[in-house]
């Protein structure tokens, strides 16, 4: 399996700028590798939270939204499996997430990172969340663990990816 590492330019709250970095890496890798992984919160920008919920409600994204909708169907046209954070909007709650889409535009995994670190604790209340537990997941016979940054200052977290 050929997996690229993509470092590439995103702008703080720009979601149509970061999709294009997305799909156009995408259409350039198509055939070369088979899967694409970007950073964290890659698609609205690492530092696009406001921390105010009113706000950033309307910068986090559902799993479901035109932007990932776009994502899934050029993975799919091209062949090519995609990884990337985002910050995710379920209901009323908003999580550091990081989707895995196959080379068939289905989402194989939605990891919500489960340390607290990816958010300024302190002013946040009970809309700004963690996921529950690491998991792991296989795609074309290879076995993957999603951690996120500070999800690995935590030994139990080491210990329950060593697990997986």
């Given at each position: 399996?050929?997996?690229a590492l993509m470092s590439k330019e995103f702008i703080n709250n720009?979601?149509?700028f970061n999709c294009e970095q997305i799909i156009s890496s995408i259409k350039m890798l198509a055939g070369k590798a088979?899967?694409?992984?970007?950073?964290?919160?890659?698609?609205?920008?690492?530092?696009?939270?406001?921390?105010?919920y009113k706000i950033d409600a309307n910068i986090a994204l559902a799993i479901d939204?035109?932007?990932?909708?776009?994502?899934?169907?050029?993975?799919?046209?091209?062949?090519?499996?995609v990884a990337f954070g985002y910050l995710e909007k379920d209901i009323d709650k908003i999580y550091c997430s990081y989707i895995f889409i196959g080379n068939d535009g289905e989402i194989v995994n939605n990891y919500r990172?489960?340390?607290?670190?990816?958010?300024?604790?302190?002013?946040t209340d009970?809309?700004?969340?963690?996921?529950?537990m690491l998991n792991g997941f296989n795609y074309l016979d290879k076995?993957?663990?999603v951690a996120l940054c500070g999800d690995l200052w935590y030994e139990e977290n080491i210990l329950a990816i060593n697990n997986i």
């Open positions: 399996m050929k997996i720009d979601i149509d088979d899967l694409i992984c970007f950073g964290e919160a890659f698609l609205q920008g690492f530092d696009s939270l406001s921390w105010k939204s035109k932007p990932i909708k776009r994502i899934r169907k050029i993975a799919n046209e091209h062949k090519i499996a990172r489960v340390s607290k670190g990816w958010k300024e604790y302190s002013i009970e809309h700004y969340c963690e996921g529950k076995k993957f663990v």
